[in-house]
Nanobody, 127 residues
Framework: QVQLRESGGGSVQAGGSLRLSCTAS????????MGWFRQAPGKGREAVAS????????????ADSTKGRFTISRDNANATNTVYLQMNTLKSEDTATYYCAADLLGDWYNDKHYHYWGQGTQVTVSS
């Protein structure tokens, strides 16, 4: 059973930055696609970004709501067990619990298409 562990959440003022990390308990081809979702109180889970390792390079996807402010990345070209989410110019509406997801079969933005989930890390942005 693959375990995902998120870290890096916290409280920050609007306009600030945070970097989230997600480390998987093993390296396996099943984790070639790892992504981030978030859920604000009273709202559904929302796709933030996803990164898929390909034979040559990788494909990165970002939600329109965070494009230009958030960037998903991995630690190097060969490792597939850690992904990061760099969040810049944070806004109060970014406040949510952020979840790491892995083992994608389907659409990157659909939370039902991921098999493994982390416990989540809280991000609070104050205005």
């Amino acid at each position: 059973q693959v375990q995902l562990r998120e870290s890096g959440g916290g409280s920050v003022q609007a306009g600030g930055s945070l970097r989230l990390s997600c480390t998987a308990s093993e390296i396996t081809a099943r984790l070639n696609c790892m992504g981030w979702f978030r859920q604000a109180p009273g709202k559904g889970r929302e796709a933030v970004a996803s990164l898929c390792t390909r034979t040559r390079g990788f494909d990165a996807y970002h939600a329109d709501s965070t494009k230009g402010r958030f960037t998903i990345s991995r630690d190097n070209a060969n490792a597939t067990n850690t992904v990061y989410l760099q969040m810049n110019t944070l806004k109060s509406e970014d406040t949510a619990t952020y979840y790491c997801a892995a083992d994608l079969l389907g659409d990157w933005y659909n939370d039902k298409h991921y098999h493994y989930w982390g416990q989540g890390t809280q991000v609070t942005v104050s205005s």
